[in-house]
């Protein structure tokens, strides 16, 4: 085979390998592609927020009930939210002081012990699990504690019960009768009011407990308010809240946002969730998610086990600023109850547009409710030194709730119960996924990859790409072959086998230094002849004639013959 040839045959296996390659992985990109852009477009396209799984069913024209191939659709926006919102307990004490100027009334001289108990929602913000609530969650406002508390051992209720029916006995002489409670309450919300904007009443806060619910639900006890089983859930600590007005007798409570930030006592694997990087749009979906009280402590529930948090769909009804024009607050007309406070609303991409806070009274059946947009809450972020944003435990359940919808169950159920042994109050929010991933597993409708690399290469595409690879590795086992065969021919052809050399004889002479000449190979010797006498004018002695001795036959090597001659003068 001429170099020429094997040169031809290089390129062309080299090129057919290269192509080969090239080809099985863009045609496995391209469909690749085709399939992310339909399964891009439809990752929050989502019907109905309380069916949060939505199973496209192939059924036969029967309209039968069998179960066929199916892609579970998932809600990756409210999911996220889910696991990002947490349950708050709360409980602040304080000293409550009367003076002694309240003559003739028990409360006169004495302190009391009075303490608030409340619960509200909060989501995680960032690596660090700082959580963003409301403030009158967690910082309340000292005034309205103390109205919406109570005494550890009830003597305050019984001192200012007595207080009330002496004054409006006073106040009201014959007609107190006639007095309704409602008018009973009024009265002394704004006695106390009065004592307290003129100091005839101190409040001192003395000790707060918070804590973030964990796999359990809060026992509270009815007596103390105290929380029973606190060691099953998480220590949190304040890092902020705003100051804000009285809802009890204050007009003017969105003065001030009613923001607070707490920080979880011990590190805690919750996922964070990312603030909208621009306002929201009338028109546009949100999703409230929280803790409503009116649904935990309903006898349609079992209030002993844990209970997820709530998710309601509704609009941006309408973007409106604060009594100050100092933020803007967002109209949802999703549904939210006391309990829902400082829970996130919520957008299609899964970023918090707002921090659901006040709900607004309705003589009719409409949802007119508000909450602190997101700006506002960067805002106050930023001035506690708080970097919002994702963390890796929101990154690895997106990308899981992104397999289930890619029918990759096995490697999607695989992660989902790693992120719930890693965080035990996941557990309600992300059980259903498991149970839905282990269904499909045995309905035989998983398509994780067999080689499960962690990436999203289906079967058919390590198919395609391991055909290719396979046809690669061939040429070039073919190309080191012929290669290898080239190098053979070449070496046996320069090793050829020389038949033997006959040496012409040549004078007896001394030795003359001259450069060694090379032996050509297969060289053909004429057979000597005889050589005709030369006179010996400058020779001292003449050599006797001999016989020409035979040539060794040894390969490519030509031995000396002496010859029986005159000898010659050297040439000079």
Known sequence: MTKKNSAKRFVAIFTISIISLMVSVGVYFFFSSKSSEFQDSNIF??????????????????????????????????????????????KECYDVEFSLELSGLSIAGKTYEICNVGMGSGFVVDEQGDIVSNAHVVNPNVFDSFINGFSVDGVFENDITKDLITILAVTYGSQVSSITSEQAEGFL?????????????????????????????????????????????????????????????????????????????????????????????????????????????????????????????????????????????????????????????????????????????????????????????????TDNSITSGTNDVSGILVETLNNIEKNYYSRAKKSLEELVSNSGNLALTLNPYIELCQSKIDLGEDQTPWV??????????????????????????????????????????????????????????????TAPQEVPQQVVVPTPQPVPAVNTVFLQQTQQPIQPQEVQN??????????????????I
């Open 189 to 381: 919300i704004g006695f106390l009011d009065g004592a307290y904007q003129e100091n005839y009443m101190t409040i001192t806060a003395k000790s707060q407990d918070l804590y973030v619910q964990g796999n359990a639900a809060f026992e509270i006890d009815s007596e103390t308010g105290d929380l029973s089983n606190a060691s099953e859930h998480y220590e949190a600590s304040l890092v902020d809240g705003n100051e804000v007005a009285s809802t009890i007798t204050d007009s003017s409570v969105t003065d001030v946002a009613d923001l607070a930030v707490i920080r979880l006592t011990d590190q805690v694997n919750l996922p964070s969730i990312a603030l909208s990087g621009s306002e929201a749009l009338v028109g546009d979906t949100i999703y409230v998610i929280g803790y409503p009280g009116i649904v935990d402590n309903s006898a349609l529930v079992d209030t002993n086990v844990a209970i997820s948090s709530t998710v309601t769909k509704g609009t941006v009804s309408a973007i409106r600023p604060n009594t100050r024009n100092t933020f803007n607050l967002i109209q949802i007309d999703a549904s939210i109850d006391h309990g829902n406070s400082g829970g996130p609303i919520v957008n299609e991409k899964g970023e918090v547009i707002g921090v659901a806070t006040y709900g607004i009274e309705s003589s009719g059946s409409g949802d007119y409710n508000t909450g602190i947009s997101s700006s506002e809450v960067k805002s106050f972020l």
């Open 452 to 513: 499960d690399l962690g990436i999203d290469i289906p079967n058919w595409g390590l198919l395609l790409i391991g055909g290719g690879i396979l046809l690669s590795l061939g040429g070039g086992i073919i190309l080191v072959i012929s290669i290898n065969k080239k190098k053979n021919k070449q070496s046996q052809d320069s090793f050829v086998y020389m038949s033997p050399v006959q040496t012409p004889p040549s004078n007896s002479v001394a030795p003359t230094p």
């Open 45 to 90: 396209d989502i019907e109905g927020v309380n069916q949060t799984i939505a199973n496209k069913i192939s059924n036969d024209a029967n309209d039968t009930d069998v179960l066929g191939a199916s892609t579970a659709t998932i809600n990756i926006a409210s999911i996220l939210g889910q696991a990002s919102t947490v349950h708050i307990y709360s």
């Open 554 to 571: 040894t390969p490519n090597v030509a031995q000396p013959v002496t010859q029986q001659i005159p000898t010659v003068p050297p040439t």
